[in-house]
T-cell receptor, first 112, second 114 residues
Framework: DAKTTQPPSMDCAEGRAANLPCNHS???????VYWYRQIHSQGPQYIIH???NNETNEMASLIITEDRKSSTLILPHATLRDTAVYYC?????????????FGQGTTLQVKP | DTGVSQDPRHKITKRGQNVTFRCDPI?????LYWYRQTLGQGPEFLTY????????KSRLLSDRFSAERPKGSFSTLEIQRTEQGDSAMYLC????????????FGPGTRLTVT
């Protein structure tokens, strides 16, 4: 599975959009981009995933560049409860266990 | 609550003792994963079950660690002769075999070895 690079930390004002970048320049054609987050002292929580099209759900939007070498997770109206560590993970569906390989993620601090 | 549950939530033990943790996955999920997370790091994969079969083990899983999933339902993770380096959060996750394989995590068991 491809390696990802994320900034270690980011701040965002409450009510504003939080844009979390992720580089995955070695991603291969059958690998998806997944985002999870981990609020302090809880297990990770699935947010969203995508292959090459932009995706949106009730939690966030995922924008993947045309060359698929990077992506951005967008939380449209960040709240204090969105303060967490956000992990960007790339993995394929086929022929593997589905295990997740976490990096160190981005610590997002939402400030009032 | 139909999410993944883990028991106990916290465990303090003395070095050299054995400990066992339990994970109850979401009922229709046939894949089950164990991860370990130390302070300031992302979770690290330990082992994976599909139904009752343990199909992959990480090199992190030394011979002091053993995991089971009898009947493909709940799973247990046992650590024998605990060491201080085993202090960590132990996370369990489950997923369906088909589809996009989102993993749903439990709250974790925090182990402290004194």
């Amino acid at each position: 599975d491809a390696k990802t690079t994320q900034p270690p930390s980011m701040d965002c004002a409450e009510g504003r959009a939080a844009n979390l970048p992720c580089n995955h320049s070695t991603i291969s054609g059958n690998e998806y981009v997944y985002w999870y987050r981990q609020i302090h002292s809880q297990g990770p929580q699935y947010i969203i995933h995508g292959l090459k099209n932009n995706e949106t759900n009730e939690m966030a939007s995922l924008i993947i560049t045309e060359d698929r070498k990077s992506s951005t997770l967008i939380l449209p109206h960040a709240t204090l409860r969105d303060t967490a560590v956000y992990y960007c993970i790339v993995r394929s569906f086929s022929g593997n266990t589905g295990k997740l390989i976490f990096g160190q993620g981005t610590t997002l601090q939402v400030k009032p | 609550d139909t999410g993944v549950s883990q028991d106990p939530r916290h465990k303090i033990t003395k070095r050299g003792q054995n400990v066992t943790f339990r994970c109850d996955p979401i009922s229709e999920h046939n894949r089950l994963y164990w991860y370990r997370q130390t302070l300031g790091q992302g979770p690290e994969f330990l082992t994976y079950f599909q139904n009752e079969a343990q199909l992959e083990k990480s090199r992190l899983l030394s011979d002091r660690f053993s995991a089971e999933r009898p009947k493909g339902s709940f799973s247990t993770l046992e650590i024998q002769r605990t060491e201080q380096g085993d202090s960590a959060m132990y996370l369990c996750a489950s997923s369906l075999q088909q589809g996009s394989y989102e993993q749903y995590f439990g709250p974790g068991t925090r182990l402290t070895v004194t």
